[in-house]
């Protein structure tokens, strides 16, 4: 299922009085999301892509630095990405058609650098909720290939961008199962 624009749901107003169908929708596209590691033929079309990377930019982003980069792997690139992970690693990237390189451009500030990796991350996040709220499958992953230098040079990744994930886009096959979550009481504690 793709939405368009003009089907998105509409009227969705936060707070107290957001109906609990809007609520419950939320939580659920939340809890259903699942990395996917295997996907249809088809690259998800450019103007979905847009789409998702359009969202990105709503991340939450302390001093409004636009940190995030993403950039969308072509044939030419994909080839010379794929020589530069060699023969084991090759093969994994061709899960998907639609690989998504994202990055965080760093100040040299450690403070700011760690605000814009953090925002960064949040907008990568965007655009996994975006694509499974479109019935997309995606996958954050982190390829070994990307932390060479000749990975980074085949995608043109230029010093002072930190690589955060190649993110698979495409359509499902098959339901991944949810991997297990540490329950709340586990990680939430009241301070006095
Ligand atoms: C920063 C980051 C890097 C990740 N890199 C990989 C990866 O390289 N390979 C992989 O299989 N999964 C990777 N994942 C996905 C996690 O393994 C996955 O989110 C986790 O197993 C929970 O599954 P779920 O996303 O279906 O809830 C990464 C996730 C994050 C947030």
């Not at 009085?17 to 699942?34: G, K, N, Q, Y």
Request: proline share 9%.
């Amino acid at each position: 299922m793709h939405l368009s624009v003009a089907d998105r749901p509409r009227g969705f107003k936060p707070g107290p009085d957001a109906s609990v169908r809007h609520v419950e929708a939320f939580a659920d596209l939340i809890r259903s999301r699942r990395t996917h590691k295997s996907f249809g033929p088809d690259p998800v079309p450019r103007e979905t892509i847009d789409e998702l990377l359009e969202l990105a930019r709503w991340a939450p982003n302390h001093h409004r630095t636009n940190p995030w980069r993403f950039r969308i792997v072509g044939a030419e690139t994909f080839a010379r990405l794929q020589e530069a992970a060699g023969p084991s690693e090759a093969p994994k990237l061709e899960r998907a058609r639609t690989l998504v390189l994202a990055s965080c451009v760093l100040s040299g500030d450690l403070q700011q650098d760690e605000e814009d990796i953090c925002a960064t991350a949040c907008a990568i996040y965007t655009v996994l909720l975006g694509a499974h709220a479109r019935g997309l499958a995606a996958y954050w992953r982190t390829p070994r290939v990307l932390r060479t230098k000749a990975g980074r040079d085949a995608v043109g990744l230029p010093e002072g961008e930190r690589f955060l994930g190649l993110i698979h886009l495409g359509s499902p096959r098959g339901e991944p199962s949810a991997p297990e979550r540490a329950p709340l009481d586990a990680y939430r504690f009241y301070l006095p």
